[in-house]
């Protein structure tokens, strides 16, 4: 009896040991299923035209400026103006004591009365001596005499004018006034003061504010390397007088009113490398004042034909070389070393290594590895800053 009760458990232990066999064989010969490809957001490269906008440093400089001066010699006896405020052409600024100056005129008025009187006596004698040559009652010789009297007092009535219009000049400079419109400065002359008409000292100074220039630099290597790719046609110029600037305070403030490139001057500073450009900006609000610091953006030409991606698809090597991951047309991610160009918003112009119709991997990097296959997807770009808000730097 012991001995079939045991063969009985001999006999379940085997059937069990085979099953649990068999339920490993079968686990270890089913295998895991096959990751899908990783969707990864890529955009399609095209050429378009893209603007070559460059922030550059400058200065705020008035468009005119102007020292007064005094035109006579006198005594300041009054300041008409106020210091700071605008003042037109033409307006009084200081009075110099007119007195010496009324006597002048009268004196050369009284001069002119008299030359008048010894012209009208020279006159009726020449006259006179005409209708006596006339009749044979007088000589040749005191005609002659007479006529050439009568020019020198026609002389001196001319030169009596000219003194009388010097005195009367000297009178209305005696009334200082302003040489051009603009916002006038401090005083620097008081009532009481002697001053003359070889002042070395201004009495004050008016600058013409609106418009104002901006005067900024660049570097000579950056606008020869325009110019030349302007002559190779690689870029459209704006035409003259036509290229726009935007100013910015220093705390990054977009100033409200665009000016114009007037000219770039033709000489290098020695000592900096830059070249020195100007713009004329409107400044009707008095905002942008003399020596202030801005920045100046300025579009200098247009690339035609500019291959750009999103800033976020630059990725770089240790060694700093710019890549990009491309995915080809098997969906297959490479890897392509890549030069970059200027930054253009939110956009990198690629000055080679790329071609149009390449589509490069905007997102999901952490998911791919040269070599693996991909899902790409369109990548929605967030909305870009418009065009005129675009910065532009130079990239490696």
Known sequence: MKTVSFLLRLAVSVAALSALAACTESESSTKPPAMPPAAVSIVS??????PVVNDLPGRIAPTRIAEVRPRVSGIIIKRVFEQGSLV???DVLYEIDPAPFQLQVESAKATLQKAKAAQLLASQQADRQKQLRQRNFASEQDLDNAIAQLAQANAEVAAAKAGLDSAQLNLRYADVTAPISG?????????GALVSANE???LTTIQQLDPVYADFTQSSHDLLSLRQALKKGQLESPATGQATVH???DDGTEYKYPGRLLFSESTVDPTTGQITMRAEVP????????????????EQGVEQAALTVPEQAVQRDTGG???LYVVNKDDVVEIRNVVLGRTSGVKTVVASGLKAGDKVVVEGFQKIRPGAKVQPEEWKAAKETPAGKETTATAG
Not at 183 to 191: D, M, N, V
């Open 45 to 50: 490269v095209k050429s378009a035209p893209v």
């Open 88 to 90: 037109k052409e033409g």
């Open 183 to 191: 916002r006038i400065g401090r005083a620097l002359i008081t009532e």
């Open 200 to 202: 070395t000292n201004a």
């Open 247 to 249: 100013l910015f305070y």
């Open 283 to 298: 400044n009707p609000d008095g905002d942008l004042l003399p020596g202030m610091y801005i920045r100046v953006r300025i």
């Open 321 to 323: 070389q710019a890549q």
